[in-house]
Structures are given as C-alpha cells and as structure tokens.
C-alpha cells in the first residue's frame, strides 16, 4: 500500500509539472487575427464628412497610422474608428492591435469639385509625350483635342495627361469629368532638335572649328557659350560652328536654340594648341588621366643604344613630391617614325611608377627639332591620339 501511494505522489508531481510548463509556453498562446468590417470607406463630402470602420476581430489597444493625414483624420473609439474627412482624395489606413496583428483599408473622400488642371499650357515634342496633371476635379476623365493631326492625348483614372505630339503647331485639349464639368489647356508642339552629335567634344584644337549639323528642329537657330573667353559658337544655316580660343580645360559650353526654344547643351573638356606647333614647351595630353598638362620645364628624352631602348617623360612640376606626368617606353632611337613595344607608365611624386604600366598603340615620333620631341599614340579604347612634348636634357 505504501509503494502504491509513492507511485501516486510521483504521477501527481509530474502531472503538475506538465501542466505548468505548459502554461508557461507563449507559443500555445491564441491571439485572434484583425478584421475590418471593410477594405474600402467611402466618404461623400457633399453628404457628410465623418465615416466609421468598425474592429470586427482584434485583440484591442489599436493603433490606426495614415499615408496621407491631409486627406482624413481618425480617431479610435473602442472598436470603432472614426474617420473625419478633410478634402478630396485617397489615403491607405494601417491598423495594429497590441498583439501586433495588423491590416488595412482605403479611405476615399469625394465630394464635388471645379475641374482645375494643373496648367494652361504644355510644350510638347514629337516623339516625346508631354504631361500634365488634374489638379481637382470628379474622376472619370476623357480627352479630346481641336486638331488631331498636331497632338492627341489620354487621361487615367488618377487625373495623369498624356499629350503625344504628331506635327508643329498648336492643339486646345478638353478634359471633361463624369460630371461634366470640363477644362482646357494648350499643346504646342514642336520638332525636336536634332544634331548629327550629342556628346560632349574631348578636346577643341585653338583656332581650328569644329563643324556639327542640325538634322532637324525648328529654324531660327542662335547660340550661346558658357565661357566667352575660352570658347566661340556660331550658326551658318544649319551649320554649328564651335572654336576654341585659349589652351585650358574650362568644361565650357554652348547651346543652340531654335524659334521655338528648344535647345541642345553639348560641353567641351578642354581647348588645347596643335601640339606640333608649341615649341619649347612640356605637355601631355592622355585621354585616360588627366587631359591637359603643363609643366615648368621638366621632362626627359632618353636613348639607349646598348639596350636600343627610349624614354619620354614629362612631369607637371620640379617639386618631386608633388610632380605627376607619364613615361614612354618603347624599342628603337628617338628619330622620327613609328615605334615598336611601346608602354606607358604614370609618373607619381616625381617616380616613375613601374607598377603601373599601360600598353600604348601606333606610337610614332611626329617631329624632332633640335633636343625637342613630339611623339603621339593611342591608349586602349580610344580614338583620340594621346601625345607627349618633352625634350632632351643629358
């Protein structure tokens, strides 16, 4: 009897153990999920302006955020939430319970509004759509336009114009509502401006123009500059002539402006003299690195008849630790021609850094006058010739 009541105590012990542990697990713990009594409330400001969505499964202490606390605010009232609208639109309701179960709804608020658009005009580009927008207005929208061989448009359930341009002109557009109330606004279009080159020009040589065509746009063509004192726009026809005045790199630019204003923005990197005319002076010019160089009178031109291989260098300064440049290396003397093996390496605190060596294409020695050197080349994957100017100095 003794033993049967030691076996019962332990099965009552272990009985309360397992219930205990079991009420301690949060995760045998049931919440409810959150239900609202709708997805969507819609608010007629002409009828009234409060509306209420009602908790229909929660766990309580609910918290409501809004997108957009211009177009409604709410209140939570037990169960109940409580929206008062404030003017025309869509906001998204985030509702949370203390359970951290959450959902949503939208909350539409109408009431019946002047068609206003956002704009009375709109410069339109054939082959590029022009947009505008419905500022207030009843939803429902259609377009139509007064010459549909000039501009067409499409309005979407959210007030958002399309306007797509067919010919130069001018188009009046109506935008009219389900209500039928209407708006208007003007189309003009115009060609675009098109040049046979769009991207920015490297390099300008000083003095020598370089010619661009307009394909298409608008006659009446001007032009204009960012920087008079190193760069010169002019207009012949439908012919744009640029020139570089001064050697430096200003990234100036010029614009061409046709009758209808539409224009064209090209830059220019820099303005440099023809490299074969400047004697007694140090430059380089690779595309890859810095575009423009001058240094004061330093550089080298090297020959090895023992090795038959040369050296040009040019550096940007006589302050090793600040001097930058390039160096050419490559097989043969320093005559004039074509030249075989060449590399160029970048110079670093007045060094020749061997580490970084880049192979170099066509490279030709362009002239020799007296201990000066003109040599020029082309670095991987351009099709603007590199040069160095330097000269001789052991």
Known sequence: MKKNLLYLAGFLVAAVSLLTGCSDNGDDLKYSGLVLDTEQLVIDMDKSDEGVIRVTEGNGNYRVALSDENIAAVKVDGNLIRVTAMQSGKVD??????AKKSTSARIVVKREEELILGNESLKVLIGRPGYLSVYTGNGQYSASSSDESIAV????????????GLARGTATITITDKLGKSAKFTAVVSRQLLFDRTED??????GVPFEINILDGNGGYTSSVSSAAYLECTVAGTKVLVKGKRCGKPNATFTVKDADGVSVTIRVTFMDNNYLDNLKLYRAFVPEDAPFQQSSGVGTAVYSPELRHSQLSVKSSTLAIISTGYCLEFAGDLSVGGKNDAVMYLIKRGEVDLSAKQPVADLRIDKVEGVWYWASFLTAGKTIRSYIVTRQTN
């Open 201 to 206: 020009i490297y390099m300008l040589e000083v």
């Open 153 to 164: 448009a499409d309005v979407d359930e959210d007030g958002k114009i399309t306007v797509s």
């Open 93 to 98: 309701m985030t509702v949370t319970d203390w």
